[in-house]
């Protein structure tokens, strides 16, 4: 069975900053990796993907997270923090055989100090 | 639509009742997808369609749950006899094929209370 955990349920940061939001999770399989960005009162939204390939993956909004299979991590980072990440974010594992059924991890909500 | 729209956004209802959950996915999405989220914690797979049938209903709790998508398109989830700790926000997901690593768009949710 696949899992998800976040280390840290609430992350505080100054603007400016570096973002680091960590994630590992366990799989038996090779695993397809995301995070997702939740801001209030809206639908998730995909930040970005690992599937196959490069194993540092560029996304949205500044944000990347490197597949570091030998720590089974897979950490979000920003180098310079905006008043506007201020979210929940959600990092979620799949896999090629059980098709788009998300296991996601309980949130990490990311404070963005002025 | 230009996303997934999830009716009603807020339903409240007595313990006991029967509700239904209503999710309109991306026009021409063939996946479709529903998940649980309580408060505190990430949302947990429910129930995925590949079209009109449940290619994995394997979240469901139990079995006064229910959800159908009768012509591949629009779907609805069914809570029966519901209880307080059904609360939660119900997000339902599209995306164009069934494939893990395919981009699932997400709607905003209903947040049902069971009072």
């Known amino acids: 069975a696949q899992s998800v955990t976040q280390l840290g349920s609430h992350v505080s940061v100054s603007e400016g900053a570096l973002v680091l939001l960590r994630c590992n999770y366990s799989s038996s399989v090779p695993p397809y990796l995301f995070w997702y960005v939740q801001y209030p009162n809206q639908g998730l939204q995909l930040l970005l993907k690992?599937?196959?390939?490069?194993?540092l993956v560029k996304g949205i909004n500044g944000f990347e997270a490197e597949f570091k299979k030998s720590e089974t991590s897979f950490h979000l980072t920003k180098p310079s923090a905006h008043m506007s990440d201020a979210a929940e974010y959600f990092c979620a594992v799949s896999d090629a055989e059980g098709a788009q059924k998300l296991v996601f991890g309980q949130g990490t909500r990311l404070t963005i100090n002025p | 639509g230009a996303g997934v729209s999830q009716t009603p956004s807020n339903k409240v209802t007595e313990k006991g009742k029967y509700v239904e959950l209503r999710c309109d996915p991306i026009?021409?999405?063939?996946?479709l997808y529903w998940y649980r989220q309580s408060l505190g914690q990430g949302p947990e797979f429910l129930i995925y369609f590949q079209g009109t049938g449940a290619a994995d209903d394997s979240g469901l709790p139990n079995d006064r749950f229910f959800a159908v998508r009768p012509e591949g398109s629009v779907s609805t989830l069914k809570i029966q006899r519901t209880e307080r700790g059904d609360s939660a926000v119900y997000l339902c997901?599209?995306?164009?094929?069934?494939?893990?690593?395919?981009?699932?768009?997400f709607g905003q949710g209903t947040r049902l209370t069971v009072v």
């Open positions: 997901a599209s995306s164009l094929i069934l494939l893990a690593d395919t981009e699932a768009f």
């Open positions: 026009s021409g999405h063939t996946a």
């Open positions: 690992y599937t196959t390939g490069a194993t």
